[in-house]
Nanobody, 125 residues
Framework: VQLQASGGGLVQAGGSLRLSCAAS????????MGWFRQAPGKEREFVAA????????AYADSVKGRFTISRDNAKNTMYLQMNSLKPEDTAIYYC???????????????????WGQGTLVTVSS
C-alpha cells in the first residue's frame, strides 16, 4: 500500500488542523493505521492509531483529548483532527500502515511496514 499524507501547515497555538492520509490500492481496510511525528533533533514518536474498522483507537498521552484519529475505508483515507495545538506539536507528521493483524491499534513503530512521506505541522506561539 502506498500512502500520501497532507494537510500540514502553519497555525497559531490554540488553533486546529486536519491531516489526511490517502492510500492507494484496494488493501487499505486490511491494515491498522497510525500517525507518528518527528520533531527536529528528536526520534520519531507515536501519536495515534486505529484498527481496521475504527472501533479501537490509541493515543499518546501528550495528545489525548486534543487529537482524534478516524478513517473512511470507502475513501481509502485516514484522518487526524488536531485541536488546541501547542508549539510542542511542531513536527513532521507521518502516516503508516501496519503489517500484522488489523484488529489492533498498534503503538510501536516496528509494527508498521508502510510509511507515507510526511507533512510538516508548525505551531507558532
Amino acid at each position: 500500500v502506498q500512502l500520501q499524507a497532507s494537510g500540514g501547515g502553519l497555525v497559531q497555538a490554540g488553533g486546529s488542523l486536519r491531516l489526511s492520509c490517502a492510500a492507494s490500492g484496494r488493501t487499505f481496510s486490511r491494515h491498522a493505521m497510525g500517525w507518528f511525528r518527528q520533531a527536529p533533533g528528536k526520534e520519531r514518536e507515536f501519536v495515534a492509531a486505529i484498527n481496521w474498522i475504527g472501533i479501537s483507537t490509541a493515543y499518546a498521552d501528550s495528545v489525548k483529548g486534543r487529537f482524534t484519529i478516524s478513517r473512511d475505508n470507502a475513501k481509502n483515507t485516514m484522518y487526524l483532527q488536531m485541536n488546541s495545538l501547542k508549539p510542542e506539536d511542531t513536527a513532521i507528521y507521518y502516516c503508516a500502515a501496519a503489517g500484522g493483524s488489523n484488529w489492533y491499534a498498534y503503538q510501536g513503530l516496528k509494527e508498521y511496514d508502510y510509511w507515507g512521506q510526511g507533512t510538516l505541522v508548525t505551531v507558532s506561539s
